[in-house]
């Protein structure tokens, strides 16, 4: 095996003291000293026609400095997915939800903005509200936006093989419905930006975003700027999840105002305006009829699906294709059938949240499997080892499997969990259960049809041979793509981590898509290594003209040149390099001779040693509508076990323990790839016991808030044993793959299924409350008392 | 009208004036540009906020600036020395205990609390000391495991 001396390890990673020691700026620790402040009046009807807006006494308050509505934003339709633009900066016409925006003010406090947001007068004229996807679809039901007829978003028909006649053939078939509520990413640092128009006319929005290029694409379409114009900067981000994916108003507004006022205009969002942007996971409802033959052979699937969208697209219509062929793995599965709908309401809009579109199907289905395999006489380990795919498999939806370490995931969770020893012998009230899960290493297209490159990555050696500058537009926010790409560059140029500085997130550094369907490790990665290695080498290639060797006679490790044949003398290269840096602490003496005096020799020779890299996807398979989403260059799989506890009297759960294992190709950072499996059964977690957005017969949100939205503290969480599977990804840098998103999808089901073993109730609604467990162990004793009393 | 109050922060003292209901996370964000005291929620649930007033954690968003009055307050600012960070910063940085390290300020300074009573605590001492800390990104073990490495002395600085 190739020794690594920095990818593969555990080394801390690089922002890790600035956010120790608060020294880390986030966008709402940024200040500029002319800003203004922003605040934007948001709707307080879920739907109404707009009869007039008079903005005449806020203008007149003193220390506003502008107000704009539709008439100054103009209306160009934006949104993520250029096929379903249906957004406009504010509304004109009508409103659509609470919290959608009308009107916004610059002022010079935050104070006057929010008094003067307060003195703009708008008549409304309310219509009738869709508060559900079977009032909104519901024969001559009012249209939210005119352009979609039957209020559908989008709808999705795929048929992969022949379902019908493969389901008659079937020994067993089940059909089941399952749904989950509307859920928040609740990442803990809320939205903000400041605008900044110069007087030069270029624009500098500094936002906590997960996608900087797509926010500097969106922004300058809205505003009819020149992209070359709009910079986008990313400071430290407090995590996103889904929710930070795409561009939010705010920042057009903060844009706006500060075209409007020549000053830069700073915004930030409350945790009720993060609730009311929201864009997480949305309300699916599933049904699925699964065959399978007498031996435990899954056969086929035939899959519908109802989103419940809110009131705009955003990233839904990427969505509702992942919710589909996302389970095209990790199963074989020569027949498959989705029939699915996104439906509009009168509510927030949802988007992507870890795990985009797939986690929900995958609950359903692999309690779903558990069923099945229950009534075959299957153990649901070995139902699953039947029926997984391997390497080199090609799903009937075309996903191809090019590394695949499925069998090791639940082979490794089966024998840490003590799952042969415990399976069947828990008491009542306590149960352990399993789940599988599959997930996308990237999106194989970008979300408007494109043949950019995913990414770009630059290195830039100093002067003095001593240092490298990694210069990328990814994402770091959160989960540690920094270190991650400051490793790869340490390995592949060959010099120790402390030698390699990063700089991300900017668009002026380059294209990179950002953080989102589990991409960058691969994608970025892939970029970077080139990078490394270009800038590598350039200088290999000075150092043998000048030593009249070849450059495959030389290698870089660990900051020192190693040359693979005897008798190399450098002495003239050494001399020259400490004569031109006396009185240097660092002067090289009888060491070898070290990466440092090569870069030198190379920036002597030819000036600033730059190293390019770039990533684009080879060419993926489908031809079928829809293939764009669920194709990627590579997949994670992953196998969980959990073990929990449910107090018969109150309903309660308690998880115990959750054993898990992720197929992430090859671990740049052991820790950072434990951290995304840990943080992804947190999120799983909260999703399966509590998480739920709620509504009144308004539609005003009853819960935006972390008192009443409950996200799991230490006190829910259980230690997770996390096993890193590496199965060698060939498309990946070093092998890598994905963590971040595919990690929480085993955790939803394996709780159901150990909820199964625990109380003998399936459940098919999320989240699984106290009250709805009683309700279902009360109901359950009573049937079996009524059984009973009939014998 | 503005209040004049006299406050310690990190062992320095302040004379501030400062607007009757302005909280105390605002005065130290703003007025002291202590900016490592972040604003998760501004009402007291996710602990991002949590500052030490008199060696107890408390969230500085539902707090007055004028209740400071006459106390001693510790932010993350005031943990690191000449010699570099505090045993606790240093743990979080080698455990893997930090992601997006919005939560981090409030999880270092409550397990400051709980380790100067305690300064063995079990792993559900630590778990019930930071469950007003919400993390969204780590699934809390690594922080509990950076906090019980302090207590077991691996760290030292």
């Excluded at chain 1, 099945?372 to 499997?401: H, Q, W």
């Amino acid at each position: 095996m190739t020794q690594y001396h920095t990818i593969n390890s555990r080394a801390p990673r690089i922002d890790a003291p600035d956010k120790a020691s608060g020294k880390a700026q986030f966008i709402d620790d940024l200040n500029m000293s002319d800003q203004l402040h922003g605040a934007i009046l948001q709707s307080p009807l879920a739907h109404a026609r707009i009869v007039k807006i008079d903005t005449s006494r806020a203008r007149k308050l003193p220390g506003v400095k502008a107000v704009v509505t539709a008439e100054d934003a103009g209306l160009v339709q934006y949104g993520v997915s250029p096929a379903r633009y249906d957004e406009t900066l504010f509304c004109h016409d009508k409103v659509r939800y609470i919290g959608d925006e009308i009107a916004a003010v610059a002022a010079v406090d935050r104070e006057t903005a929010l008094a003067a947001v307060s003195l703009i007068d708008v008549e409304y004229e309310e219509l009738p509200l869709l508060l559900s996807v079977e009032e909104a679809m519901k024969e001559g039901a009012p249209l939210i936006h005119e352009d979609y007829p039957g209020n559908i978003c989008a709808e999705v028909h795929q048929e992969f093989g022949d379902v019908e006649a493969a389901l008659a053939e079937c020994d067993i078939v089940r059909t089941d419905t399952f749904m989950n509520k509307m859920q928040n990413c609740a990442f803990l640092e809320p939205q903000g930006c400041i605008g900044h128009y110069d007087h030069r006319g270029y624009l500098t929005l500094y936002s906590s975003t997960q996608t900087p290029h797509y926010v500097q694409r969106t922004v300058a379409m809205t505003l009819k700027m020149p992209i070359g114009k709009v910079r986008v900067v990313k400071p430290y981000v407090g995590g996103g999840f889904g929710a930070k994916a795409s561009a939010n108003a705010m920042e057009m507004v903060a844009c706006l105002l500060s075209m409007k006022t020549g000053k830069p205009v700073k915004m930030v969002f409350t945790r009720e305006q993060v609730f009311l942007q929201a864009r997480g996971r949305h309300k699916f409802v599933h049904t699925l009829t699964t065959g399978a033959k007498k031996d435990g052979t899954v056969v086929a699937l035939k899959h519908n699906c109802i989103l419940e969208g809110g009131a705009y697209a955003s990233f839904g219509i990427a969505t509702v294709y992942y919710a589909g062929s996302l389970l095209g793995g990790p199963y074989k599965l020569q027949h498959m059938k989705y029939d699915a709908y996104r439906v509009y309401t009168n509510k927030p809009a949802c988007g992507a949240q870890r795990g985009h579109g797939g986690v929900i199907a995958r609950a359903a289905w692999e309690q779903q499997l558990d069923v099945i395999a229950e009534e075959l006489g299957m153990d649901p380990v070995e139902f699953r080892f039947k029926n997984m795919m391997n390497n080199g498999d090609t799903s009937c939806n075309d996903l191809y499997m090019s590394s695949f370490g499925m069998r090791e995931c639940v082979e490794a969770v089966r024998d840490k969990s003590g799952w042969e020893r415990k399976r069947g012998t828990l008491p009542r009230g306590k149960g352990i259960g399993m789940a599988c899960g599959f997930f996308v290493s990237g999106a194989g297209f970008p979300i408007y049809r494109s043949e950019t490159f995913h990414c770009t990555a630059t290195v830039k050696l100093s002067e003095d041979g001593g240092a490298a500058h990694l210069y990328t537009a990814s994402a770091e926010i959160g989960q540690g793509s920094d270190t991650t790409f400051a490793m790869i560059t340490a390995e592949a140029l060959g010099v120790p981590l402390n030698a390699v500085k990063v700089s991300s997130g900017d668009t002026d550094f380059g294209v990179d898509l950002g953080a989102y369907s589990s991409r960058q490790t691969l994608m970025t990665g892939f970029a970077v290594k080139h990078a490394a290695e270009d800038a590598k080498r350039q200088v290999l290639e000075v150092l043998a003209d000048k030593l009249r060797i070849s450059v495959s006679d030389i290698d870089v490790k660990d900051g020192t040149v190693i040359f693979k044949g005897p008798g190399i003398t450098f002495r003239t290269i050494r001399n020259r390099y400490r004569k031109e840096h006396r009185g240097w602490t660092d002067m090289p003496d009888d060491a070898p001779l070290s990466f440092a005096e090569a870069a030198r020799l190379a920036f002597i020779v030819k000036g600033t040693v730059i190293g390019q890299g770039e990533y684009r996807p080879r060419w993926l398979g489908g031809k079928f509508k829809g293939a764009a989403v669920g194709t990627s260059p590579a997949y994670g799989c992953s196998a969980q076990v959990v073990e929990l506890r449910v107090d018969m009297e109150t309903g309660q759960i308690t998880i115990d323990n959750m054993t898990d294992a992720h197929d992430c190709g090859f671990a740049i950072n052991r820790t950072s790839v434990e951290g995304q499996m840990q943080g992804s059964l947190l999120m799983g977690l909260g999703e399966a016991l509590f998480e739920e957005v709620k509504f009144d017969q308004k539609g005003r949100m009853l819960n935006p808030n972390f008192g009443e939205y409950k996200i799991p503290t230490a006190l829910d969480m259980p230690n997770v044993t996390p096993i890193i599977v590496e199965s060698n990804e060939p498309y990946g840098p070093y092998g890598a793959k994905e963590v971040g998103e595919g990690a929480i999808m085993p955790t939803i089901p394996a709780i159901l299924n150990a909820l199964y073993d625990a109380t003998g109730i399936r459940f098919h609604e999320l989240p699984l409350t106290p009250e709805r467990v009683y309700k279902a162990i009360k109901e359950k004793q009573c049937e079996a008392k009524a059984e009973r009393g009939r014998k | 009208m503005k209040i004049v109050i006299n406050v310690t922060v990190n062992q320095k003292n302040y004379e501030l004036a400062v607007e009757p209901n302005m909280t105390l996370v605002d005065m130290l964000r703003e007025e002291l540009r202590l900016t490592g005291t972040k604003k998760g929620c501004g009402l007291g649930e996710c602990g991002a906020c949590t500052i030490l007033l008199d060696g107890q954690p408390v969230s500085s968003c539902v707090m007055l600036a004028v209740e400071a009055h006459n106390r001693k307050i510790v932010t993350i600012e005031g943990l690191e020395t000449e010699k570099g960070l505090h045993p606790i910063q240093q743990a979080f940085v080698e455990k893997g205990a930090i992601q997006c390290g919005f939560c981090t300020s409030g999880m270092v300074l409550s397990a400051k609390a709980l380790l100067d009573d305690h300064p063995h605590p079990d792993e559900q001492d630590i778990r019930k000391a930071i469950s007003g800390n919400l993390c969204r990104c780590t699934g809390y073990q690594k922080i509990v495991e950076a906090v019980q490495s302090v207590s077991e002395g691996e760290q030292t600085s």
